[in-house]
């Protein structure tokens, strides 16, 4: 999209690149969702970014449901006390992959949510894709650079 928008090649890729970082960093994946909805300013980001649908219902249906497979997580770490842990023998305590998963983020992708987010998420993905293709066409149409 950022190729139709701006006259020139390296343009579009310094804001291609702005873009993929904004979406990277303000996904949940550098820094948890709790984190970044602290602050008005990184929220609008975590909010306004695609990557953060992708990566909520990728991990989500990934782990959020598997009870089958544990975790051990060391009293050392920082989520012990969020589990509710206690330590055993070794200085540990084993939990399954959902509720580490639950911890992990915050509590804010809890498990009750899954199937809402994931229409929700594929909502917005949806959007995204429509708007993307949208701004395209409308700058094939009517912005030309050539001189012509």
């Known amino acids: 999209m950022f190729c139709f928008l701006v006259p020139g090649e390296g343009t579009a890729i310094v804001l291609a690149n702005i873009f993929i970082g904004l979406n990277n960093a303000y996904s949940g994946f550098i820094a948890s969702p709790a984190l970044l909805t602290q602050n008005i300013f990184f929220a609008v980001q975590y909010y306004f970014v695609p990557g953060?649908?992708?990566?909520?219902?990728?991990?989500?249906?990934?782990?959020?449901?598997?009870?089958?497979?544990?975790?051990?997580?060391p009293q050392t770490s920082p989520l012990f006390d969020n589990l509710g842990c206690v330590a055993d023998g070794s200085g540990s305590c084993t939990v399954t992959v959902s509720a580490y998963f639950e911890a992990f983020f915050d509590y804010m992708w809890n498990l009750n949510d899954i199937p809402l987010n994931g229409w929700f998420n594929f909502v917005i993905l949806l959007i995204w894709s429509i708007s993307v293709r949208f701004i395209a066409s409308i700058a094939l149409k009517y912005l030309k650079y050539s001189g012509k």
């Open 52 to 73: 953060r649908y992708v990566y909520q219902g990728m991990v989500s249906s990934l782990f959020g449901y598997d009870y089958a497979r544990w975790v051990t997580v």
